[in-house]
Nanobody, 122 residues
């Protein structure tokens, strides 16, 4: 499975961004798709996850109510809509894929993208 993120940018506090993750590979529909982030000097942390059907969606408490994960299987793309951005959301955001939903707990999905940088200015 290959994952390519895009959409990262510099944005002001309170602004919005939409990240995209284009995925390719066999059996893609079987994977749970995740977003993680890593800020400088901090460990990588779970942000959101979704099955391709959208039937199972999970969020970290820190982003619940502000971020929305969605999928478009016809375009092989997973999105992360980020609203009401805060300086503490500044991080490199990574798309990930795993055959289970456990990656949100283990932090070790099977596949990672290269990441896209999001910077929120105060």
């Amino acid at each position: 499975v290959q994952l390519v993120e895009s959409g990262g940018d510099l944005v002001q506090t309170g602004g919005s961004l939409r990240l995209s993750c284009w995925a390719s590979g066999p059996g893609l529909s079987r994977y749970t798709m995740d977003w993680f982030r890593q800020a400088p000097g901090k460990e990588r942390e779970f942000v959101a996850a979704s099955t391709w059907s959208g039937g199972n969606i999970y969020y970290a408490n820190a982003v619940k109510g502000r971020f929305t994960i969605s999928t478009d299987y016809a375009k092989n793309t997973v999105y992360l809509q980020m609203d009401s951005l805060k300086p503490e959301d500044t991080a490199r955001y990574y798309c990930a894929a795993d055959l289970t939903a456990r990656a949100m707990e283990t932090g070790r999905p099977s596949y990672w993208g290269q990441g896209t940088q999001v910077t929120v200015s105060s």
